[in-house]
C-alpha cells in the first residue's frame, strides 16, 4: 500500500501525538515504522488505527485529530472465556453480589461514532467499512450521535446480507446493529448497565438480549440453563457483566457454537489456525465433564463433534476433486450502487480474494453476492488428488 | 547437560570429521556450537549423533572414529504419505511393473549394529537405548553382525513391555523385534526386497508382513483391501516400496490407526502438537472422499472420529477434576535390574518426567512399571478447574 502521508516528515505531528499517547517520540516513530500504527486510506485518511495491542491500547483502536489534540476510540476490549462456569463465575467476580448477563450474538463487532462529524462504522480490526458506514446511516437513530458526540456504540451486527459473518438464525431480514456497550471516547470508560439500556431505549436501538441480574451464588446453573436454551436455537453464548462494568466481563459458549464454528474451519482446513480449531475441541471436553453428561447425552456429543468436523472436510474435498474452488459465500445489501463498488475496492485493500456477482435488484435496492475464495484449501486439496505427498 | 568432551579443543579430530562429512571445519564447530551434532553419554559417548537434519544427512544419523576415520549409521529416511492412494501410487512409482508392499507396524523404529565390536540399539533421534540394547542382544541372532558388520537392522519394537508405543495388539508376550529394512553403513544404502528378505529369514529374524508384489496399475485397489483388513485388526498401515529399494518408499494408514493416535493426542490435548492432530483428522477426509462412503459407512467414521477425539478428553478433563494426574503408562521386563536403573538413568537424560514403580519377579525376569507424568495437560486442566480462564 502507498504511504500518502509521511509522518516522519513531520515531526511536530510526531510530538503532539506522542504526548496524547504518553509515548515517548522514538516510539512513535518505530510504531509507524513497523506498520503498528497505520492510516486508513481515502477518504478516511485522518483516521489512525492500531494494527497491535500496544501497552493498555487495544488492537484496532482508532484516533484522530481534533483541535490540535487527538480524540480516541478506543478498541474492543478481550473478553477472556470461562472454560466451566464453576467456579470461574465466582472467582472472576468475587466480591459482587449479582452479575449481569447478556446474549452474546454471532455476527461481526463494529464501533459506530462520529468523528470529524461524521458517522463512521469502524471494525474491530479498526478500518472503516463503507457498507457498515452506510448501513448504520440508514438504520440508526443519529440523533444520539448529535446529543451524545463523546459517546461510542459498540454492537454487533447480525443478518444474512453481512459481508463477515453470514448467518440465518436470527430472525433479521437484512442486517441489523445490536447494540451491547456504550462507552466514551477516549478514556473507553463504558456506561452501567441500567444507564446504558435507558439511553439505547430512549433513542430506540436495539440491544442484545439482556437475562437480568443473577446472583452470584447461583449464577453457573442458572447460566448453564440459558446456554442450553440459547444452544437449542443455535445461539452463541452469553456475556457476563459486572453490573456497573467495572470488573471485566467473561464469555461462555454453546456446543452448538463450538460446532458450528468448526464447521466453519474444516471447511476451509488449510486457511483456519490449529489453535482455532483445537481449543473449540477442548471446550467440548469441559462442557460434558462439568455438566456430568450420561452415555446417551456423550455418545450424541461426539456424533455432532465428529459431523461438525468430518462433514465440511469431505464436502470441500469432494468439490475440489470435482473441478471446483472452495469459496465462502456472503451477500450484502445496497441502495445505491456506489456502496458496492466502494466495499470492493475495500476488500481488495485488504488482501482479500473476492468475486462480486451482478447487482440483482430487489424492491428499492440490490442484492450482491460475494464469493470469497480460500486458495490456500483450494490449491493443496488439489495438489493431493493430482498425487502430491503430505 | 555438561559436556565430557569439548571438540572445539581438539581441531584435528574437527578436521577429520569435516573431511569425512565433506562440510567444512567452520561449519561442524557451528554444528556442536548449536548441538545440531552432539554426543551420547556414559559408555556411548564415543557416538555423535545428528539432532537435527543437516544437508542430505537425516536426524538421528550416528557416527563414531573408526581406523582414523569415522563409520555412518544413517538416520531413518523420511516417508512421505500418499493422502489419496489414486493417482498418487502410480505417479510416485512411475516406471515400475510392480510395487512391494509391507506392513507398517505401530511401534518404536530402531536400528541395530555393531559400533566397536559392541551392539547397540538407537532411537530414532540417535540415541543409545539401554533397554533396547538389552532386549536385541538377548533376543536377535547375534551371528548376523558377526557375518556382516557393515550391515545394519532397520526395525520396528513391538509389544506391551515396551516403554514408548505400548500396543497389545500383535500377540507378542513381551517385545518383539520386527526388522522392515537392512542398509549398509556409510552409503545407507538398502538392500533389495528379495535380497534382504533372504538373508532376514537365513538368521531367523522377524520380518514385517510382506503382501507381496502388485502391479502398479492395480496397486491403489489392492492396497485399499489390504488397508481395510489391517484396520480390523488396529493395525497400522502399510508401507508401498520400490523392490530394488531405488526409489523412495510411500506410507499409507488405516483409519482406526489414525483414530488410535488421535486418542493419544487428545488425552495430552496440551502437549500433544497442533499439526500432528490436524494432519489425522484431515486422513479422514480425504479417505473418505475416496473411498465412496455411502451415508452409513460415513455416520460411523463421524462417530468414531468424534469419539477418538472426546473419549481420552473427557477422561483425563475428568481424572484431574478427581485430583488425579495425568500420566501415560507404559512397562519395561528385564532380566537384570541394572537395566532398569540404567534405563531409568536414561530417561532423566533425556528429560522425561518418569516414575519407576517397584519392580514384580515374574518368572526368572522382572516387569516395571512406568507413568510418564504429562505436566502440562495436568496443569492446564487443574487451573482450569480452579477457575482459571483461558
Chains 1, 2 share one sequence.
Not at 133 to 159: C, R, S
Not at 276 to 296: H, N, P
Amino acid at each position: 500500500m502507498s504511504r500518502e502521508w509521511n509522518e516522519e516528515k513531520d515531526p511536530e505531528f510526531i510530538a503532539r501525538l506522542a504526548d496524547c499517547l504518553g509515548f515517548d517520540k522514538e516510539r512513535v516513530h518505530h510504531l509507524f515504522e513497523k506498520d503498528y500504527l497505520a492510516r486508513n486510506w481515502g477518504k478516511y485518511e485522518y483516521l489512525l488505527r492500531f494494527d497491535k495491542e500496544i501497552s493498555h491500547i487495544e488492537r484496532g483502536t482508532v484516533l484522530y485529530e481534533k483541535d490540535s489534540s487527538f480524540e480516541i476510540i478506543m478498541g474492543f476490549p478481550k473478553i477472556r472465556r470461562a472454560m466451566v462456569l464453576d467456579p470461574t463465575i465466582k472467582k472472576h467476580f468475587i466480591g459482587l453480589e449479582k452479575v449481569a448477563v447478556e446474549e452474546k450474538m454471532n455476527g461481526y463487532n463494529v464501533r459506530i461514532a462520529t468523528a470529524n462529524e461524521e458517522i463512521i462504522a469502524i471494525t474491530r480490526s479498526g478500518y472503516i467499512c463503507p457498507y457498515t458506514t452506510q448501513k448504520a446511516k440508514e438504520k440508526l437513530n443519529l440523533k444520539f450521535f448529535e446529543d451524545f458526540p463523546e459517546f461510542v456504540l459498540y454492537g454487533e451486527i447480525v443478518g444474512p446480507d453481512n459481508p463477515y459473518v453470514s448467518k440465518d438464525i436470527y430472525n433479521v431480514e437484512s442486517v441489523e446493529f445490536y447494540i451491547f456497550d456504550i462507552r466514551e471516547k477516549n478514556s473507553g470508560k463504558p456506561l452501567s448497565i441500567s444507564k446504558k439500556q435507558e439511553i439505547l431505549e430512549k433513542y430506540g436501538f436495539f440491544q442484545v438480549r439482556f437475562f437480568g441480574e443473577i446472583p452470584l451464588e447461583t449464577a453457573p446453573k442458572e447460566i448453564e440453563k440459558i446456554i442450553r436454551e440459547l444452544g437449542e436455537k443455535e445461539y452463541e453464548g452469553v456475556v457476563i457483566k459486572d453490573p456497573e462494568m467495572i470488573l471485566s466481563q467473561l464469555k461462555y459458549t454453546s456446543s452448538q457454537s463450538n460446532c458450528s464454528d468448526l464447521r466453519h474451519a474444516f471447511k476451509f482446513y488449510n486457511e483456519t489456525g490449529r489453535d482455532y480449531m483445537l481449543s473449540r475441541i477442548v471446550r467440548e471436553g469441559f462442557q460434558t465433564v462439568e455438566w456430568k453428561e450420561k452415555d446417551a447425552e456423550f455418545k450424541k456429543r461426539c456424533m455432532q463433534l465428529g459431523e461438525s468436523i468430518l462433514d465440511p472436510l469431505r464436502e470441500s474435498i469432494r468439490s475440489v476433486k470435482d473441478g471446483q474452488r472452495i469459496y465462502e459465500e456472503a451477500r450484502i445489501r445496497v441502495r445505491d450502487l456506489k456502496t458496492v463498488a466502494d466495499f470492493e475496492d475495500y476488500l481488495k485493500r485488504l488482501g482479500v480474494d473476492a468475486v462480486f456477482e451482478e447487482p440483482q435488484a430487489v424492491g428499492e435496492e440490490y442484492l450482491v453476492k460475494i464469493r470469497k475464495l480460500n486458495k490456500s484449501t483450494s490449491d493443496k486439496t488439489q495438489a493431493i488428488w493430482q498425487g502430491e505427498l503430505w
